[in-house]
T-cell receptor, first 111, second 115 residues
Framework: SQQGEEDPQALSIQEGENATMNCSYK?????LQWYRQNSGRGLVHLIL?????REKHSGRLRVTLDTSKKSSSLLITASRAADTASYFC???????????FGKGTRLHILP | SAVISQKPSRDICQRGTSLTIQCQVD?????MFWYRQQPGQSLTLIAT?????????ESGFVIDKFPISRPNLTFSTLTVSNMSPEDSSIYLC????????????FGQGTRLTVV
């Protein structure tokens, strides 16, 4: 069953602006991950945040996690054309559970 | 980490035919996963492939339609059989490297168009 739900489903912003995507999930997790997918090809792992972490940074990426609200956000600062892609959150409940992916946010950076 | 080589990257096939997709991993992994991503949709898990045993299929997917081979710990194939236009999708193989945190690695995907 679907675990993560991203919103918005699609987002268009001007180059240079910040892009924020949100993810909500339903059950307790071990960690939450964000992936990027360019042009319908293979997914690339961006960042992982553990359940005991609240915020994490990687370059222009900032991820927050609120386990009380079962939600996460991905912020991309100073967006670039190359950031145009689909972004998926994925949850790992630990143990033998599989990683479960949300439906994704399609981000389009306008020149 | 794991690097996955998936091929073909794309194909256009006639309805009624079959296509076999291959995935090669640069390290030994216990489980490999096959996903389908229909246009504009998220990933849907087709099956989990363990070496030396039958693949485990998710609801809505059957072995006759999507036979899977897993002959060793670094290789797997997925066949899309008796294709119809509804099978047009991107197919992705994936492995999960388990440790303190589990991380998924993906092949580049196979874009299948059935005409």
């Amino acid at each position: 069953s679907q675990q993560g739900e991203e919103d918005p489903q699609a987002l268009s912003i001007q180059e240079g602006e910040n892009a924020t995507m949100n993810c909500s999930y339903k059950t307790s997790i071990n960690n939450l991950q964000w992936y990027r997918q360019n042009s319908g090809r293979g997914l690339v792992h961006l960042i992982l945040i553990r359940s005991n972490e609240r915020e994490k940074h990687s370059g222009r990426l900032r991820v927050t996690l609120d386990t009380s609200k079962k939600s996460s956000s991905l912020l991309i600062t100073a967006s670039r054309a190359a950031d145009t892609a689909s972004y998926f959150c994925a949850t790992d409940a630990g143990r033998d559970d599989k990683i479960i992916f949300g439906k994704g946010t399609r981000l389009h950076i306008l020149p | 980490s794991a690097v996955i080589s998936q091929k073909p990257s794309r194909d256009i096939c006639q309805r009624g035919t079959s296509l076999t997709i291959q995935c090669q991993v640069d390290s030994q992994v216990t489980m490999m996963f096959w996903y389908r991503q229909q246009p504009g949709q998220s990933l849907t898990l087709i099956a989990t492939a363990n070496q030396g045993s039958e693949a485990t299929y998710e609801s809505g997917f059957v072995i006759d339609k999507f036979p899977i081979s897993r002959p060793n710990l670094t290789f797997s194939t997925l066949t899309v059989s008796n294709m119809s236009p509804e099978d047009s999708s991107i197919y992705l193989c994936s492995v999960e490297v388990k440790g303190m945190n589990t991380e998924a690695f993906f092949g580049q995907g196979t874009r299948l168009t059935v005409v």
